[in-house]
């Protein structure tokens, strides 16, 4: 519409540029047939992106709260306090799945199924997350895709919602899972729980080696795969300083190895946001 | 042990689905491919619109017969593309569709003089118009974006029906466009793909004003019009 109201000052036939587009302008029909179309079209739009909008907050919703869950299962020390933020952390884990987590399903249910992928996935992600390392803190066992999609299912009266998790967002999930397992075997040393630590270890390890046989896939879990090997190398050289210094030191000391791993840290395992 | 046989559960499944999911983007990727040899195919065809205006007719039939190619095509994809995953391919055939929204709604044009509904571009490609939970269907912003490649084309084709001496046609596309603006600027878009094309549109309705006010000025227009 740039060219409406800009005079030429050519004005023999009492003319401009602009009078010729308001001309046509004025001339359109208040409803014709096609702003009719474009106005069913703006509906759809205008649904398309509101339920994007709504999809965007419970995921952010999930993934405040799976943060939290999985710092409060990081914050126990003794084993007694483990067993009872394993257990707060179940019943936070439930609530999620029966709030927000339902309230994705109830919102795709009947829109196409990836349409919205997008805006749901760094929820699932980090859902995973938490599940997963709450499940392998109370024994040692992670659970499988077909496992958590069934916790995902809901009984309504007349039928059946299922919240979609795809596979990719099980996997990226399940791959930031081992930054939480290497900083768990990073605060079982200074806990002086050596077992646990070897534990968690071979954990990322499995976690690494079952990536590392993967191909084909896309670029979010390549770059994923970087950090994950990352993870690896901290988690194994806390162990050799362990194994190495453990005998001849208390656990205390060995922590001044520490601030060098801890310093990196922060900068890449979240590697979400 | 059990929980590195639960590991490897997890991703001996993954790999699977991956390897399945790489297969049939294999399938898609080759019917595409046909498909939009046939889209390029039209494309050239409809051409022969900027300097023979007599050849117009016969460039319409010979689109709707490679429409009806397009046709089966868009009936194979159906098949293969599993239902419910239709967003997860779609970047397959988005660009290729993009086209013969366009196409589609030029030679509708070029026949009658009508804009081609949702509806009917979807009946001609023989899928559903309709946004479903599962199911092959016509995006709405696919057929917007065919939308606004059909002003680009028709600015084009305003300019070079004065130049052999149709001084009529402009007008018609004038009205035309300013409809199709009128009705884009109902949209609430977003800061998108589609969004970024629409604002490409002014640059149409500009260069077609420029046209049909150089005709006015000239007194070129129809006099039955101007009345």
Redesign the interface.
Known sequence: ????GRYRG?S??G???SS??KE??T??PED????Q???I??H???DR?DRHERLVKLSRDVTIESKRIIFLLHSAITKTSAEKSIHEAKERLQKLIQGPLKGIGLEL???????H?RAVTPGFQEFIEARMFCSFMEN???I??PEVQKELEYKEEDRTVITMVP?LDY?LG?ADLTGELMRKAINSISSGDSEECFDSCQ?VR??YT??L?????GKELARKLSTTRNNVFKVESAVYALRVRGGEAPPTLLLAAKPDWERNDHSDDEGFF | MSSNHIINTIFGEFQKNLDQEQEIREVIRNICKDVDQISRETTTVLQVIHHDETAIPAACLKARELFEKANVGYNKLKEVVPSGDYYKYQDHWRYMTQRYCYLISLTIWLEKGLLATHETVAAILGISAEEQKEGFHLDIEEYLVGLLHLCTELARLAVNSVTHGDYNKPQQISKFVMELNAGFRLLNLKNDHLRKRFDALKYDVKKIEEVVYDLSIRGLLPKTENA
């Open positions: 519409m740039s060219g409406r050519n023999c036939h003319k401009t540029l010729v587009a046509t302008a001339s359109l014709s047939p096609v702003l179309m474009f106005k079209a703006a759809k739009l205008n992106q249910e009947n829109s196409p199924a990836h349409l992928s040692k066992l992670l499988t895709w596979q996997m399940l954990a499995d976690l079952g990536y046989g993967i191909f084909g896939t």
